[in-house]
């Protein structure tokens, strides 16, 4: 039996059938995917898949990812299997994330978090140095409202396009892990280089990007998770 009639006869029973290898670079393409679109539950670089009936990615073409993004099918069966490259895949992801604004999200994020490092350098400042309260106190309330300010602006600001379906109480608490999970990222990761010889300036900067991508995805696809995303702006 073919993949078309592989594909046929898992159509008799799911509306949505994706094909592709369940190798690493496939897992981590999906991965990526998810810090855009949160809520979309199968790899939308797919090489081929089949669509109510109809097979896609051989000689007729349709837009993977915004049929995902959708949910517009009630079940998903997936085969594993080697097929190439289709590159109107990674065409067709990018026109979504265009028609979803996700180019202007990641562009708040980033000011965001600017926003919340300057946030703990002044309340550090005004704490420490002009109330008088002792350091390490002053940096751990600054650091609290520096997190709870961002948290609002991503909340209300960044992600201005989805739809929540965890409490403002869970994000806030998953924020709060978040955050300081990714301090731990970033210390444990410069002391293990400094450790072995590393340059500690070095050290710290491989330890800030380390902790940087998992505030990303986790902030993205746990903390803000959203079961569908508006296009309305």
């Not at 955050?179 to 340059?199: D, P, S």
Request: proline share 2%; hydrophobic share 50%; charged share 20%.
């Amino acid at each position: 039996m073919g993949l078309r009639e592989d594909i046929e006869e898992k159509m008799k029973e799911c509306e949505l059938v994706v094909v592709y290898p369940q190798s690493p670079v496939y897992r981590v393409a999906y991965m990526l995917a998810r810090t855009v679109f949160p809520a979309i539950e199968e790899n939308p670089i797919a090489p081929v898949f089949g669509y109510r009936g109809r097979i896609y990615g051989f000689e007729e073409d349709e837009n993977l990812t915004e049929i995902l993004v959708q949910r517009d099918y009630r079940n998903v069966c997936r085969i594993n299997a080697r097929v190439n490259w289709n590159k109107n895949r990674v065409r067709d992801f990018l026109a979504v994330m265009k028609k979803y604004d996700d180019g202007r999200v990641f562009f708040r994020y980033v000011l965001v978090g600017i926003l919340g490092i300057v946030l703990n350098l002044f309340f550090f400042f005004l704490l420490y140095i002009v109330v008088g309260i002792n350091d390490i106190i002053a940096l751990f309330i600054a650091i609290e409202l520096s997190i709870l300010v961002t948290f609002f602006a991503n909340n209300y600001w960044v992600y201005f396009n989805r739809v929540y379906t965890r409490s403002m109480a869970w994000r806030i608490g998953m924020y709060h892990f978040t955050m300081l999970a990714g301090i731990v990222i970033n210390v444990v990761t410069y002391k293990i280089l400094f450790w072995i010889g590393e340059n500690y300036l070095l050290a710290d900067l491989f330890g800030i990007l380390l902790s940087s991508v998992w505030n990303f995805y986790m902030t993205n696809v746990h903390v803000f998770f959203a079961q569908y995303q508006k296009m309305e702006k």
